[in-house]
């Protein structure tokens, strides 16, 4: 599943309408409905049930929305941590190196 499908969708679902979502996003209401639309394909499950004035979750939306909700508090600790860490590299590097030596002379 495409992330940014996946935060568009809740951004819809919080907001309780496409076109506050829209507004909200920077983006357009057809932009929204084509991703949501995708993501409906991908999941291959109807996520919400809309008519001219109402919008309400199915229950795979549902399930969507509780499970993708927790994307960007993962994606801010993600970057947080790794904000956090050194630039150089860490770890524990392991070499193996056969040793060579010459025959000895033989008289």
């Known amino acids: 599943m495409n992330l940014e ?3 568009l969708f809740c951004e819809v679902v919080k907001q309780g ?3 506050k979502a829209a507004d909200l996003l920077g ?9 949501i639309k995708k993501l409906e394909l991908e999941t291959g499950k109807q996520l919400l049930v809309r008519n001219t004035r109402t919008m309400r ?3 795979a939306g549902e399930i969507l929305f509780k499970q993708a909700s ?4 993962f994606l ?5 941590l ?4 050194e630039d150089g590299l860490a770890g524990t590097v392991k ?3 056969l040793l060579y030596t010459s025959p000895s002379p033989r008289d």
Do not use: I
């Open 5 to 7: 499908r996946m935060c």
């Open 17 to 19: 309408s496409y076109t």
């Open 27 to 35: 983006v357009s209401k057809g932009y929204l409905s084509t991703q």
């Open 57 to 59: 979750l199915t229950s």
């Open 70 to 73: 927790k994307l960007p508090t």
């Open 76 to 80: 801010q600790e993600t970057q947080s």
């Open 82 to 85: 790794l904000s956090q860490g």
């Open 95 to 97: 070499c193996t190196c």
